[in-house]
């Protein structure tokens, strides 16, 4: 294997790629930015669960609202007690 | 209340409700047909969210596509607020001529807010700053802040080190910062020598110029000479010096204290919160008129704010409030309270404190507080030398 083709696989593998993964910001337990997503899997009272292609972000709590949707981000509002993630 | 809710309200919107089929679907579709939602809430099965107007029509297709129930709850927005009101003629012309009016008005000053000083009350500052040209009622475009903080500071006499004017909305924020003489280089040279400024033992002490004459650990009385300004060179010749140094030292202090007793400076019962309007400069009191004069009063007053900038619009809360006389214990309180106020800032403000005992004497008329307080301090004090010695 190149020098060049090692350096890509070892540069890729180790630091993930903002770009490609999704970005969580996160103010508190109150309020959550996810940018990079690509729907909404499930919505209900107490629990949303949000797509991020390759990983779903599960967010549990109470008063769940989604304050605003857009293409690729979310805004979610409300008490979060857990915040799980599952590779698809 | 901000930018974008009032955006929203000029575009119109809806509260929809959406009951069953597949609500998640709902959302993933109108996020992929450009359909803005927000505030979406879940409850108890149902989905309520906000929806433009001119996105309700596209809602259709995906309400076949993911089996949802739409009921509009709400309708939001300036042109509902016309169809509502469209038999009450005088209202809309009535609204648009007050926010005319009030952002005619937002170009005055209605208010004025000094920080930042303790040596000049704030009614001075305006006071001065009514002569260089900002005062109530001051018309703010064209109006040269910079100008105006520089007149007043020329006017303060030298009391002023800066000040500054900030102009948001109908509020004018003034920031001052008063005149502190500097401690500069001393430069007089006078021959002097220092000496004790009250009885203790030296801690340490550092000679920047002269001889020092007492060590480390030494007791002094009150004059006794510390650091000599006659120095003695070799060939017999003596020089005069300014002597300098740092000398600190261990000093036992008393401290007595005496006070009338203030039997109305005790615990305070609000008796009633009275609210006063205030438009563009005008006080208009939202209370019937009563005899509180002898009540002490605190006000409090809250404009009302569009996105930080301030509406010549406020309430002012003034609490009414009575004194009553406390019990004995209660006073010893205060008096213990008063002793530490006056120990910490009266006397031994720059003082370090290593021991400290005091008590509390009290008769019919007066308290008196005697303690006796060992702290670190600086001792020394220049004493000019008289040559003719």
């Given at each position: ?48 669960t ?39 | 209340?901000?930018f ?17 089929g597949?609500?998640e ?32 029509k ?14 509009i ?15 009450r ?30 040596k ?26 910079a ?9 303060s ?12 909305g ?11 003489k ?28 002269g ?37 600190s ?43 509180d ?6 006000s ?48 031994f ?5 290593i021991?400290?005992d005091?008590t509390?004497?009290?008769d019919?008329?007066n ?22 010695n």
């Amino acid at each position: 294997m190149s020098l060049k083709k090692e350096h890509k696989r070892r540069f890729t593998s180790d630091f993930p790629n903002p770009a490609l993964e999704p970005m969580i910001e996160l103010i508190s337990n109150r309020e959550a930015v996810v940018e990079g997503c690509a729907g909404i899997v499930e919505y209900n009272d107490s629990s949303v669960t949000v797509n991020c292609r390759k990983t779903t972000v599960t967010f549990e709590g109470s008063c769940i609202n989604l304050k605003a949707l857009s293409t690729d981000t979310i805004e979610i509002t409300g008490t979060f007690t857990c915040i799980k993630f599952s590779c698809l | 209340m901000n930018f974008l809710n009032v955006y929203r309200y000029l575009l119109n919107y809806v509260t929809v409700s959406i009951k069953g089929g597949f609500t998640e679907r709902f959302i993933n579709l109108c996020n992929r047909e450009n359909v803005y939602m927000w505030n979406s809430v879940y409850r108890n099965g149902e989905l309520t969210a906000n929806v433009f107007c001119k996105d309700f029509k596209k809602l259709s297709g995906i309400r076949k596509k993911s089996g949802v129930k739409i009921k509009i709850i709400k309708k939001c927005g300036i042109y509902f607020f016309i169809r509502r009101n469209e038999k009450r003629k005088i209202l809309i012309p009535g609204i648009c001529t007050a926010l005319l009016i009030m952002l005619f008005m937002n170009n005055f000053i209605w208010n004025i807010e000094v920080t930042g000083t303790k040596k000049i009350s704030p009614d001075e500052i305006i006071e001065m700053l009514s002569e260089s040209g900002l005062k109530y009622g001051t018309f703010v475009p064209g109006f040269d802040e910079a100008q105006a903080g520089r007149e007043a500071v020329n006017l303060s006499d030298g009391k002023i080190l800066w000040l500054a004017v900030n102009i948001k909305g109908s509020r004018a924020t003034v920031e001052v910062r008063d005149y502190v003489k500097q401690q500069g280089l001393n430069t007089d040279n006078t021959p002097c020598n220092i000496v004790a400024n009250f009885d203790g033992i030296i801690l340490s002490a550092y000679t920047h110029t002269g001889v020092q004459i007492i060590q480390n650990g030494s007791a002094v009385k009150k004059g006794d000479l510390i650091i000599s300004g006659v120095y003695e060179n070799e060939n017999g010749t003596v020089d005069y010096l300014c002597a300098d140094g740092e000398i600190s030292a261990i000093c036992e202090n008393e401290l007595k204290y005496k006070k009338a007793s203030a039997k109305n400076k005790t615990e305070r019962i609000n008796l009633k919160d009275r609210y006063t309007l205030k438009l563009f400069g005008i006080n208009i009191p939202l209370f019937l008129k009563s005899d509180d004069s002898l009540l002490d009063k605190i006000s409090y007053t809250e404009y009302l704010t569009f996105d930080g900038y301030v509406i010549p619009i406020g309430l002012e809360k003034t609490t009414l409030y009575m004194s009553e006389s406390a019990s004995d214990e209660e006073f010893k309180e205060i008096r213990e309270i008063d002793a530490f106020t006056n120990r910490e800032y009266f006397k031994f403000k720059n003082s370090n404190i290593i021991k400290a005992d005091y008590t509390i004497s009290t008769d019919k008329d007066n308290y008196e507080i005697s303690g006796k307080y060992s702290c670190i301090d600086f001792i020394g004090i220049k004493s000019p030398i008289l040559k003719e010695n």
